[in-house]
């Protein structure tokens, strides 16, 4: 075997493994959700439950029309395209004020 070909064996998995990891990051957004402050989780949870108005933890369309800035995102914010927010959907749309 020549130092062409043992070179070839050993570089092409370390070439393939670049190239699959580049794919992976390439498709991964990074997360830029920064964790709410107590006093903002409380606000948001607040909102969320004066919102739905059965209780059954989840906001329909109707029921967040109450809310016009959520009402406006629903679709946005349903990243499982259930036809309802989670709590954590609804609380993704939120946007601290300072």
């Known amino acids: 075997m020549t130092h062409r070909s043992v070179l ?3 570089l ?3 070439v393939l493994a670049g190239a699959a990891l580049t ?9 830029t959700e920064q964790p ?3 006093k903002d989780k409380a606000a948001v949870e607040a909102a969320f439950t004066r919102s739905d108005a059965n209780s059954d933890g989840k906001l329909t369309k109707d029921e967040a029309a109450k809310l016009p800035a959520v009402a406006a995102r629903f679709d946005d914010l349903d990243k499982n395209k259930d036809g309802a927010l ?3 959907e609804f609380a ?3 946007t601290p004020s300072n």
């Open 12 to 14: 092409m998995p370390v």
């Open 86 to 88: 989670s709590m954590d």
């Open 23 to 31: 794919a992976v990051a390439q498709t991964k957004a990074p997360s």
């Open 8 to 10: 070839t064996v050993v």
């Open 36 to 38: 709410l402050a107590p």
């Open 92 to 94: 993704s749309g939120f």
